[in-house]
């Protein structure tokens, strides 16, 4: 997993990976997730970005902790939505689709984004332009 050098800190960018990771199926329920320190190593970031990040994850509902045993991918039924979450992505989905138009983006170009976003769960690189 490479880092974007977008300004968005490593523990948003790193929550959103592992988010894709389960949203494409990389990850599924039950799945354990590497502990804090193979994390870091293996991303090389400082443990505590990691820890931060795992986190978010679990206040999202995303994963859960086991006391000794280690982190691991909830099942998706656990994961409740959010409705302050839910009026967030409202917002800054609003302000990225105002960005497009300012930048001619076609509506069609975005549903298509979008479709291909929701059906593959494919990153940004693998976009069709």
Avoid: C
């Amino acid at each position: 997993m490479a880092f974007a050098t977008n300004g968005a800190p490593y523990y948003e960018q790193l929550v959103m990976q592992i988010k894709q990771q389960i949203v494409q199926g990389r990850l599924q329920p039950g799945d354990k997730l590497p502990s804090i320190r193979a994390m870091a190593a293996a991303m090389h970031l400082n443990p505590n970005t990691v820890s931060k990040t795992y986190q978010i994850l679990e206040s999202q509902r995303a994963v859960y902790t086991v006391k000794g045993r280690g982190t691991f991918v909830s099942e998706v039924s656990h994961v409740a939505a959010d409705p302050n979450a839910v009026d967030d992505l409202q917002v800054r989905l609003k302000a990225l689709l105002t960005e497009a138009q300012f930048l001619g983006v076609s509506a069609q170009q975005v549903q298509t984004w979008v479709t291909t976003a929701y059906q593959k769960g494919e990153s940004r690189d693998e976009y069709p332009s």
